[in-house]
Structure formats: structure tokens, C-alpha cells
């Protein structure tokens, strides 16, 4: 039998791969919409997504360092606070047809998203030791399950033509 608090924040870890998963699908899901907005061709597409790139490799080489420093939980929301802000400058930079801007914010989505995944698997083993039991596959089927679910809602609000911009900040 779990204790509460084992139970409390595996629900939590599972809540924030899901979360993390329809973030990310909804990003994806509109990348043509960003592209047309910003008109780049598909070679500056590329550029521009390089952000994402470079972002999520800082945050996965930060991660170590700062989850021994801090503790797993506090850059895990640490990382939560990044990745949202870089959403929300993705949408800023797709709304004023900054393709700069967009650049920027994907670095930041991708170094929060780097922070974040890895310090979820260190709380997530952490987790499997105290019960005994796997949780990291469960983790990973969450943000899976959350990349359906953000697929599916990026293709539903791109059908009924929602702004890319309100889309991302939501």
C-alpha cells in the first residue's frame, strides 16, 4: 500500500508528462500555421527551429547540476515556469511575424522542456525505489498520451482557423 504522499507525487509526475506532452504536440501541430505567419521559406523554418534544438540541449546539460544543487522537484517546476514563458514568446513572435522572436521563445520552451524531462525521470526513479515497482515507462506513456491529445486539439483548432498565437497561450 502507498502512503499518501508517495501517491500524491507519482499522480503529480504523471499530471506533468501528460501536461508537458500536449505542450509540445500543440507547438508541433501548428509549425506550418507559425511558418505561413512568419513567411519563411522551409530553409528558414529550419533556422528557426533550430532554437528548439539548441534550447533543449542547454537544459538537459544544466539539468544535473541544478537537480544537485536544488533538488529534482524545484527544477522540475523550475523548468514548468521556462517553458511556458518560451510558449508564450513563441506566440508573441508568430503574432508580431518575429521569426526572431520565435527563435528566442523556442530556445526557451526547449531549455525549460530539457530542465523539466530530466529532473520528472530523477523524481520518477526516485519514486520507483520507494515502491518498488516501474513508474519511468508510466511517465513516458503519460507525455505520449499527451502528445495525442495535443495533436489532436492542435488539429481541431486549426480546422475552426483558432489564432496560433490564443492557441499557444492557452
Known sequence: MLDTATRRRRAALFVFMLVSGVGMASWVARTPAVRDTLGVSTGGMGVVLFGLSTGSMAGVLLSGPLVRRYGGRAVMWAGAA?????????????????????????????????????AVNIEGAAVERRIGRPVLP???????????????????????RFPVGAHLLA
Request: net charge negative; glycine share 24%.
Open 82 to 118: 521556462v517553458l511556458t514563458a518560451g510558449l508564450a514568446v513563441v506566440a508573441g513572435g508568430a503574432a508580431g511575424s518575429l521569426a526572431g522572436g520565435v527563435f528566442v521563445g523556442l530556445a526557451l520552451f526547449g531549455s525549460g522542456l530539457g530542465l523539466a524531462e530530466v
Open 138 to 160: 508510466v511517465l513516458h506513456g503519460c507525455f505520449s498520451l499527451g502528445t495525442v491529445v495535443g495533436a489532436l486539439l492542435g488539429l481541431a483548432l486549426t480546422a475552426a
